[in-house]
Nanobody, 125 residues
Framework: QVQLVESGGGLVQAGGSLRLSCAAS????????MAWFREALGKEREFVAA????????YYTDSVKGRFTVSRDNAKNTSYLQMNSLKPEDTAVYYC??????????????????WGQGTQVTVSS
């Protein structure tokens, strides 16, 4: 199983930016997709973005398209989520996820078998 550790969360004003990082370690095999989910207080965990092993294929939920960018550096076993034009409704705990296989398997929680501990992102109005 892959171990994931997120970093980069914090408090930012609306309109600001943050970059989250997700470092992977452990039984890393060639070819695993990575994703970002978020969980706001009192709400279910929801899909934010995902990226294939090659980085060629990326997916976003509609509410973050044009504002968030997912990327990865396989040499560093790290995925990134660049978040721009942040809004108060982006406030949540953000989780990194991974699944063995080069392609993004889906956009649901059950599609991913490894999870990080989460990092808090708070956007003030």
């Amino acid at each position: 199983q892959v171990q994931l550790v997120e970093s980069g969360g914090g408090l930012v004003q609306a309109g600001g930016s943050l970059r989250l990082s997700c470092a992977a370690s452990g039984r890393i095999s060639r070819g695993y997709a990575m994703a970002w989910f978020r969980e706001a207080l009192g709400k279910e965990r929801e899909f934010v973005a995902a990226i294939s092993w090659s980085g060629i294929s990326t997916y976003y939920t509609d509410s973050v398209k044009g504002r968030f960018t997912v990327s990865r550096d396989n040499a560093k076993n790290t995925s990134y989520l660049q978040m721009n034009s942040l809004k108060p409704e982006d406030t949540a705990v953000y989780y990194c996820a991974a699944n063995r296989g080069p392609s993004v398997p889906g956009t649901f929680v059950h599609n991913f078998d490894s999870w990080g501990q989460g990092t808090q992102v708070t956007v003030s109005s």
